[in-house]
């Protein structure tokens, strides 16, 4: 198809991840991609982007068995208003791949082809190439053990890995041993052709029950509850982190048992297809080398482990420990540094999943709801540190505003901390009114819960001094605010990480007013960068801020030269991160800087580079992009010999 058409490939397992890619491919702006994501209408956009696209297109959906993700939460996909759509015209082409064959999921717009299970002799093929030709019995065993799982894919690659592995323990199974303790699981069994897409589901959960039979028969007791905890969370990649069994000790989940060897149970479900397991870089792109463990689980293993009768009697405990999992993988990152971003990337929906359903349904659990708001607050960190601030103004909202119905109230101290991330967001993304109104009412109730010197009311007031700064003519109250904050922060540990950013948030606010104040604001630069970043290594996101003021405060009483060398140096640091919101706003600063100098084929390169990172990471309407684009024309124009005014100026 590729030679005719433009193919496009979706694991749904990755589905919100694939579009948004795809929709990058089809040249959506970033910028309405965020858009599209607060009104939550993102298949929206991307199908009038595939509708006009002008050449014949081919799109797979590919592991869609839990049909209703496709619906994007807009009703039934039979209606088709979510992911899945009729193509307008005859140029689109799509393709599902499901276990799901019922007319009735895909709506009678869809045409359901159904594809048969295995012949017997492919399903002797496939044991036999996957076990050894005699190793478990002879062919007419492996046929009957192919009729009797249906010849089903899935089922007969599970038995096949599981068969192979008993070989290491001892214990060599056969065929004929396994299709026994199958057939007394069940009580009616399909022959060959298709099967019931119900059936068919409940077979293969009849398939896996067995491997972790076997597990606990082998020595692993707590394999099967395991796997459970690892269903509670998101279908997305899982990370884990290995040799942790003394820090997940768990009884209420384990009834007693020792606390699971999770390395090795791992490897055994690897071995019997229950799990996938990965390595996967755990610290951008710069350290390969630095890798984190991490799990996939086949959507037809999450749905039925997820929904078992035993979580949901027992919520609590698999919710618990599935929470502690990723408490553990953390450990002490930290979401505002860069290098950590790439390990908060896969925790992330993880955190997400585990809270929604533990405010939706174990409401009285109390103590773990607050631990899934902790995490939910440093999430939503990671998300606005990352500049992803759709997913944070998605899942927030909705867990401040439902507090009551889970047992809390806006003015308990979780739910406070939410609110004050919230405002942070709506700072972001450039509604510094909104914010200033949402956080003064935080303060009202911060002073009142926590009094008027606690640190997450100065914090508060913090965020509402920056929602004053961003807004044009406001920098002498910002500055008034600030002064009273800082002055607070010193009383409270002057050497704290918060007393920095509020004096750094005094400096912008002093600079913003120029003239003779200029000296000021780059005293005060330098004096916290001497105190939080002496030997400039560090790739903290509020330094590399820091160092973009002082770079301007350079640029701003004319030191051209002393503020080319800072921005250089930084920047020869950060090549990894050149994406990262304050570099790009650093080297926008640097752009002025070498107008000033004179070196206008360079300020050009530059400029043509960052124009080019900014229309990618935000879109061609983004305010920053604009300023970008326009600073390249104006620079072209001089290259050309035309008049463009002072583009030093106009940079700064």
Not at 26 to 32: G, Q, Y
Not at 227 to 249: D, H, N
Not at 535 to 560: I, P
Request: aromatic letters at 6%; proline letters at 4%.
């Amino acid at each position: 198809m590729r030679a005719q058409r433009d193919v496009w490939w979706i694991n749904v397992t990755e589905l919100d991840t694939a579009m948004q890619q795809l929709a990058l491919r089809l040249n959506v702006a970033k910028s309405a991609l965020v858009e599209a994501q607060s009104a939550r209408n993102v298949p929206d956009v991307i199908w009038r982007a595939l509708d006009a696209h002008n050449r014949p297109w081919l799109l797979v959906f590919d592991n869609a068995d839990n049909a209703e993700v496709l619906a994007a939460g807009n009703g039934r996909v039979a209606e088709g208003r979510g992911w899945l759509r009729m193509p307008d015209g005859t140029n689109g082409m799509v393709i599902v791949t499901s276990h799901d064959q019922s007319t009735v999921t895909w709506g009678q717009w869809c045409r359901v082809r159904k594809i048969d299970t295995l012949p017997e002799d492919d399903g002797i093929a496939m044991l036999t190439k996957i076990v050894g030709q005699q190793a478990a019995g002879t062919r007419e065993e492996a046929r009957l053990l192919s009729r009797a799982l249906g010849g089903l894919p899935l089922a007969l690659w599970c038995a096949a890995r599981h068969i192979k592995a008993s070989y290491d323990t001892g214990e060599r199974l056969t065929f004929g041993r396994y299709r026994q303790d199958l057939e007394s699981r069940l009580t009616a069994l399909p022959g060959s052709g298709p099967l019931d897409p119900k059936l068919g589901l409940e077979l293969v959960q009849k398939v896996f029950k067995i491997s972790l039979d076997a597990l606990v028969g082998a020595g692993m007791p707590q394999a099967e509850r395991l796997l459970k905890a690892f269903a509670c969370m998101s279908p997305s990649m899982i990370p884990y982190r290995t040799g942790s069994e003394a820090r997940l000790a768990h009884a209420d989940l384990f009834d007693g048992h020792p606390s699971p060897d999770i390395d090795r149970i791992l490897a055994r479900l690897r071995d019997v297809g229950l799990v996938t397991l990965h390595r996967v870089p755990a610290a951008g792109s710069e350290s390969d080398k630095i890798t984190v463990q991490a799990l996939t689980m086949h959507p037809a293993v999450h749905v039925v482990f997820r929904n078992d009768r035993d979580v949901t009697a027992r919520g609590r405990a698999y919710y618990g420990f599935a929470l502690r999992l990723l408490e553990d993988v953390l450990g002490e990152s930290d979401p505002d540094q860069s290098e950590d971003r790439a390990l908060w990337r896969l925790v992330a929906p993880h955190v997400i999943q585990i809270a929604n359903t533990a405010v939706s349904t174990l409401a009285g659990e109390q103590d773990l709801i607050r631990r899934a708001l902790k995490l939910v607050r440093v999430t939503s960190r990671y998300y606005i540190a990352a500049g992803l601030v759709a997913p944070a103004s998605d899942f927030l909202p909705g867990l401040i505003g439902k507090c009551s119905s889970y047992g809390f109230s806006p003015d308990d101290r979780e739910i406070m901390d939410l609110r004050h991330e919230h405002g942070r967001m709506m700072i972001e993304v450039g509604n510094p009114e909104a914010a200033e109104a949402e956080i003064r009412e935080l303060i009202a109730d911060r002073e009142r819960v926590l009094g008027d010197n606690h640190r997450d009311t100065w914090a508060s007031r913090h965020k509402l001094a920056k929602a004053i700064l961003v807004q044009d003519g406001r920098w002498r109250e910002a500055e008034e605010l600030l002064l009273g904050i800082l002055d607070a922060e010193h009383a409270l540990d002057p050497q704290h990480t918060d007393s920095m950013v509020v004096k750094h948030s005094l400096a912008r606010a002093i600079l913003a007013q120029g003239n003779d104040r200029v000296a000021i604001a780059e005293r005060m630069c330098k004096e916290i960068l001497q105190q939080w970043d002496p030997d400039g290594t560090s790739t903290l996101d509020e330094v590399l801020f820091v160092r973009g003021t002082l770079v301007r405060t350079l640029s701003a009483r004319g030191a051209y030269r002393e503020a080319r060398e800072e921005a250089e140096r930084t920047l020869a640091r950060n090549v990894e991160h050149l994406d990262e919101v304050h570099v790009m706003g650093l080297t926008f600063a640097y752009i002025a800087i070498l107008l000033a100098l004179g070196e206008v084929p360079m300020a050009y390169e530059q400029a043509t580079s960052l124009l080019a990172r900014r229309v990618r990471l935000l879109g061609d309407h983004h305010s920053d992009t604009i300023r970008t684009r326009e600073l390249r024309d104006d620079i072209r124009r001089l290259l050309d010999g035309g008049q463009s005014g002072d583009q030093a100026d106009r940079a700064g």
